[in-house]
């Protein structure tokens, strides 16, 4: 049961992935064409949310106490794994490379290991060890970040902190559901999420800028809406539920290694809508991502758990953010 459970998680755990890297070939025209990051990542929020409404009312049953009982966890989501973590990785790509922000933020698995070793004061088991670092050097090449920019103390520290966001929203997708399901945990966060950065918006604290004429969209030219549309649908709405129910199944760590992945989809799709070149180094590190993944997968834990908490890093659904993130 064990097995098949965590075969599945991964099966989803890869949608997830190929879901959340459709957004960068797809944003791009959009943000060429006028939109500020802060705009176009609240539609995208939005219309997640509200392709994923129906689905989670029907899923929920009517039974909203649950949304209720988990409403830190929901909170936790929106403000922190949807709103915070993609405003930080947008604030920090204003100041150093997009390759050096990526390449900090998808850390996030090693902030991981490391969390479990401080709150079980042992040592990870040395398959997990070689998986990280296996994982990590393809996640160098398949990112090759130039190495010619000057040093931006405040671009690094703004990656630094979209990395902890990340690795927050996999501790709080892993969480025990209590009766919420993935789904609904997705809409909700993707709702509150959206209007939190709305609300940022219309600060002026961000640059909230919009413009609603056609976009240069593979070669061709499309209306505004299309490819928000897309990634709204695809790269949030599909990919959210997925990537939370696959960290349910699987844990925070096993889910947040598989997400590596999302850096290899968005860098193939670039390839292939964007025509970007794809390099043998950047497939050579796809590889050893793979690579990484099955040594982590292959880490025999010390009795059987249930399929959605975490054997290295226990958490009570009960607790507040805070408490499940001593980052």
Known sequence: MKRSSTSAGLVVAV??????????????????AG????????????????VLAPVAMVALRGNWRALWHS???VLAMA????????????????RIPVGTAILVEYTAPLLLVAIAWARTRRIPKA?????????????????????????????????????????????VAAQPSDGLPPVALAASGLLVGGVALGLIGLTGLLPFTATFGDVVLFGGVAPWWLPLGIVGVVST???YATGIAASEMLGS????????????????YAWLLLGEQLS????????????????????????????GIDSSVPLASSAGPGERVPS
Do not use: H, N
């Open 237 to 239: 709405a599909v990919a």
């Open 35 to 50: 939109w500020s990051p802060a705009a176009a990542v609240t539609v995208r929020a939005l219309v997640g949310a509200i």
């Open 79 to 94: 403000l922190i794994g949807v709103a915070a973590t993609q405003l930080l990785y947008f604030a920090a790509i204003e």
């Open 127 to 171: 398959v997990v060890l070689v998986g990280s670092v296996v994982a990590l050097a393809g996640l160098v090449l398949v990112v090759s970040p130039g190495g010619s920019t000057s040093f931006d103390a405040l671009g690094l520290a703004l990656a630094l902190a979209a990395m902890v966001g990340c690795a927050v929203y996999y501790l």
């Open 280 to 307: 043998v180094p950047q497939l050579l590190g796809g590889l050893l991502i793979l690579v990484g993944i099955a040594f982590v997968r292959s880490e025999k834990t010390d009795a059987p758990l249930e399929p």
């Open 15 to 32: 949608i997830a992935a190929a879901s959340f890297g459709t957004s960068g070939a797809l944003i791009k025209p959009v943000l060429e």
């Open 253 to 268: 760590r096993l889910a947040s290694f598989v997400g590596l992945l999302e850096v290899v989809a968005a860098t193939f």
């Open 71 to 73: 409403r830190t966890r």
